[in-house]
């Protein structure tokens, strides 16, 4: 009846304790999500089925690329490094759950006084113990359960940051070879403009030696000679800068830096088109995300530390248990009697801390709270850059298709002012304007090529690497 007493009043101490402690209420993740993303299709225009992923580009050279950038940037070895420090730290919390074991021995002589009180009858004594020692809490509350999920929340939550370092950085090496195309090809129209500027001069200096015409136009296609090799000379300052900042991007030495040209692939005129993009993509593409999904882990792990420390206010119980012999000689240190063995169990309640427990839980719930709004608005972003990419893919679509028109029409007109001109029905100034207004055409034919395609890119990092095809059963109109 005592035994049955006591047991009663620990469990009404321990139900008191674990009452005083309240559990916050925690706010949920509830994203309003809505059904599909709007389309980008211009009407009158077919969708087409699409590939995942950097392969739609067709570029060899810019996929090799991709693969060294992946292999050797130094951010993505800095994370993969916080990989291996989140699965260790996974490892130790793992490792709490389970039973710790040791083994030891000892050896050792003393002298006892002999002119104590009770003498002993050889103060020479030797002791040797070998001891088997095992201990093990049990995780009755699921405190140490807890942890472990908030340490694979969290090693969970860094591979998925390793794979943002490799979606953005993907990003900015097909950002960069687009953008090394276009100045390759804005010096492919610069140097053929030259050769033109220079075959004018050539031709008005022979003119103007002849007294046929003035030295006006000698000096006007002069000044557009000049005009064109200033331009040359910006570009490839521009170019061998990207060339620098790729190489950076590819992970490469310092000395490659320099000495090591980046590759070259397929011109920029004749790179795969960027796709029509399907509309009504579903939103839950977004979910694919890896900042998403990292936060979403991050939620996870602080949902599961408010509960680890909440278990803390329970009672642990403990058990231990060793095995071992002892004996005063060597020899006798491994026969029967010298076997030594215990049990044990203990219970430990926390009566009393100053608030701690208490306070600790607070803060876990306040940062609970904390890595739940930055997954909103995490969220909210991943949102916004999808629609702006999907802005920018029609529109620069819609820039170039312009671009291309303009420039066919200025190509006329160039045309049709050097037939006026050699006519005598209008003076040379028109003819340079034509020239340069379609100098200036090409090159922004050029640039709206590249916008293109960086535009793609971006909508492939932005829908967490791509889309998938529509079913080729599906009629057009009908997205699954």
């Given at each position: 009846?005592?035994?049955?007493?006591?047991?009663?009043?620990?469990?009404?101490?321990?139900?008191?304790?674990?009452?005083?402690?309240?559990?916050?209420?925690?706010?949920?993740?509830?994203?309003?999500?809505?059904?599909?993303?709007?389309?980008?299709?211009?009407?009158?225009?077919?969708?087409?089925?699409?590939?995942?992923?950097?392969?739609?580009f067709n570029d060899?050279?810019?996929?090799?690329?991709?693969?060294?950038?992946?292999?050797?940037?130094?951010?993505?070895?800095?994370?993969?490094?916080?990989?291996?420090?989140?699965?260790?730290?996974?490892?130790?919390?793992?490792?709490?759950?389970?039973?710790?074991?040791?083994?030891?021995?000892?050896?050792?002589?003393?002298?006892?006084?002999?002119?104590?009180?009770?003498?002993?009858?050889?103060?020479?004594?030797?002791?040797?113990?070998?001891?088997?020692?095992?201990?093990?809490?049990?995780?009755?509350?699921?405190?140490?359960?807890?942890?472990?999920?908030?340490?694979?929340?969290?090693?969970?939550?860094?591979?998925?940051?390793?794979?943002?370092?490799?979606?953005?950085?993907?990003?900015?090496?097909?950002?960069?070879?687009?953008?090394?195309?276009?100045?390759?090809?804005?010096?492919?129209?610069?140097?053929?403009?030259?050769?033109?500027?220079?075959?004018?001069?050539?031709?008005?200096?022979?003119?103007?030696?002849?007294?046929?015409?003035?030295?006006?136009?000698?000096?006007?296609?002069?000044?557009?000679?000049?005009?064109?090799?200033?331009?040359?000379?910006?570009?490839?300052?521009?170019?061998?800068?990207?060339?620098?900042?790729?190489?950076?991007?590819?992970?490469?030495?310092?000395?490659?830096?320099?000495?090591?040209?980046?590759?070259?692939?397929?011109?920029?005129?004749?790179?795969?088109?960027?796709?029509?993009?399907?509309?009504?993509?579903?939103?839950?593409?977004?979910?694919?995300?890896?900042?998403?999904?990292?936060?979403?882990?991050?939620?996870?792990?602080?949902?599961?530390?408010?509960?680890?420390?909440?278990?803390?206010?329970?009672?642990?119980?403990?058990?231990?248990?060793?095995?071992?012999?002892?004996?005063?000689?060597?020899?006798?240190?491994?026969?029967?009697?010298?076997?030594?063995?215990?049990?044990?169990?203990?219970?430990?309640?926390?009566?009393?801390?100053?608030?701690?427990?208490?306070?600790?839980?607070?803060?876990?719930?306040?940062?609970?709270?904390?890595?739940?709004?930055?997954?909103?608005?995490?969220?909210?972003?991943?949102?916004?850059?999808?629609?702006d990419a999907l802005?920018?893919?029609?529109?620069?679509?819609?820039?170039?298709?312009?671009?291309?028109?303009?420039?066919?029409?200025?190509?006329?007109?160039?045309?049709?002012?050097?037939?006026?001109?050699?006519?005598?029905?209008?003076?040379?100034?028109?003819?340079?304007?034509?020239?340069?207004?379609?100098?200036?055409?090409?090159?922004?034919?050029?640039?709206?090529?590249?916008?293109?395609?960086?535009?793609?890119?971006?909508?492939?990092?932005?829908?967490?690497?791509g889309w998938l095809?529509?079913?080729?059963?599906?009629?057009?109109?009908?997205?699954?």
């Amino acid at each position: 009846m005592r035994k049955t007493l006591i047991a009663l009043l620990l469990a009404l101490l321990i139900a008191s304790l674990t009452g005083c402690i309240s559990m916050p209420t925690l706010r949920k993740a509830n994203p309003d999500l809505p059904q599909a993303w709007p389309s980008s299709v211009p009407a009158g225009k077919e969708e087409q089925p699409l590939q995942d992923g950097w392969a739609h580009f067709n570029d060899p050279t810019l996929t090799g690329l991709i693969a060294e950038a992946l292999q050797h940037n130094s951010d993505l070895l800095l994370a993969a490094a916080r990989i291996e420090e989140a699965r260790s730290a996974l490892g130790l919390r793992d490792a709490d759950r389970r039973p710790e074991v040791q083994i030891g021995g000892s050896a050792g002589r003393t002298r006892a006084t002999e002119k104590g009180s009770f003498p002993p009858p050889s103060p020479v004594n030797n002791k040797f113990q070998v001891n088997l020692q095992a201990a093990y809490e049990v995780d009755l509350w699921d405190r140490y359960r807890q942890a472990s999920a908030a340490a694979r929340a969290d090693l969970l939550a860094s591979e998925y940051a390793r794979d943002v370092v490799r979606s953005s950085l993907a990003s900015s090496v097909a950002q960069g070879y687009f953008q090394i195309a276009a100045l390759d090809a804005a010096l492919a129209l610069t140097q053929d403009t030259l050769n033109n500027r220079r075959e004018a001069v050539d031709l008005h200096q022979l003119r103007f030696d002849a007294g046929i015409v003035s030295e006006l136009p000698l000096r006007q296609t002069e000044a557009e000679l000049a005009a064109v090799e200033a331009t040359q000379a910006d570009l490839i300052r521009q170019l061998r800068q990207q060339e620098t900042a790729l190489a950076l991007l590819l992970g490469r030495s310092p000395r490659a830096l320099a000495d090591d040209p980046v590759a070259r692939g397929k011109p920029l005129a004749v790179l795969t088109a960027p796709p029509v993009i399907p509309g009504g993509l579903p939103s839950d593409l977004l979910a694919r995300r890896p900042d998403i999904r990292q936060a979403e882990q991050r939620l996870v792990g602080a949902e599961a530390r408010v509960l680890a420390t909440r278990a803390a206010i329970t009672p642990s119980l403990s058990l231990t248990a060793n095995l071992g012999t002892e004996s005063k000689a060597l020899s006798n240190l491994f026969s029967g009697p010298a076997t030594i063995w215990g049990i044990g169990a203990s219970l430990v309640q926390t009566l009393y801390n100053a608030g701690r427990t208490e306070t600790a839980l607070k803060g876990d719930a306040a940062r609970q709270e904390q890595v739940l709004l930055a997954y909103e608005q995490t969220l909210r972003v991943a949102f916004k850059e999808v629609l702006d990419a999907l802005v920018a893919t029609r529109q620069a679509r819609e820039a170039g298709e312009a671009e291309n028109r303009r420039a066919q029409a200025l190509a006329r007109a160039a045309e049709l002012a050097g037939l006026r001109y050699q006519n005598g029905i209008s003076n040379y100034l028109e003819v340079l304007d034509a020239q340069r207004n379609l100098y200036q055409a090409e090159q922004n034919r050029i640039e709206a090529r590249r916008a293109q395609l960086a535009a793609t890119a971006e909508l492939f990092k932005a829908l967490g690497g791509g889309w998938l095809p529509r079913p080729e059963t599906s009629p057009p109109g009908e997205h699954g």
